[in-house]
């Protein structure tokens, strides 16, 4: 599997166009960033750039990998985000069991309203029962 790190490195160097300001935007140094770039071609059996004395330019495959590592770095950092809301409790879905005489009490339906508020990504579903009468 390519590594998010890989890839990261990889559209920052896109950008600069150069493989010092690179590794200075990313707070790294210049070797590592070569080698992970050279292994992330290497893995891919591509050649991402055309190297020169003086800078550094995706080829045209290049360019084609960009658009969709830029795709996935986005899809990638939105997934991160939902699975942390999701552990704070703050997306998901809620199953609520009630019988019928709970929601005309006014105390479920207040509850409702106070999840709602402090917790508007969650997703509730109510299912209902009617009341059972002891003999």
Same mark, same amino acid.
């Given at each position: +599997?390519?590594?998010?790190?890989? $890839? ?7 950008? #600069? #166009?150069?493989?010092?300001? %690179? *590794?200075?935007?990313? @707070? ?12 992330? #071609?290497?893995?891919?059996? $591509? +050649?991402?750039?055309?190297? /020169? ?6 080829? %045209? ?5 960009? *658009? ?10 939105? $997934? ?20 019928? /005489? %709970? +929601? ?10 106070? $999840? ?8 509730? *579903?109510?299912?209902?029962?009617? %009341?059972? @009468?002891?003999?």
């Amino acid at each position: +599997m390519i590594d998010l790190r890989q $890839l990261k490195y990889f559209v920052v160097v896109a950008e #600069e #166009e150069h493989v010092g300001r %690179a *590794a200075e935007r990313l @707070h790294i140094s210049q070797s590592p960033l070569s080698r992970q770039i050279a292994q992330l #071609e290497e893995r891919l059996g $591509l +050649m991402l750039f055309e190297r /020169n004395q003086q800078r550094i330019r995706l080829t %045209a495959d290049g360019q084609t990998f960009l *658009a969709e590592t830029r795709s996935l770095l986005i899809h990638a950092n939105r $997934l991160e985000s939902l699975g942390k809301r999701l552990g704070r409790g703050e997306d998901g879905g809620l199953c609520i069991g009630y019988i019928e /005489n %709970a +929601m005309h009490s006014g105390v479920l339906s207040t509850a409702l309203r106070t $999840l709602r508020t402090s917790r508007p990504d969650v997703h509730i *579903a109510l299912y209902s029962q009617p %009341a059972r @009468h002891a003999d």
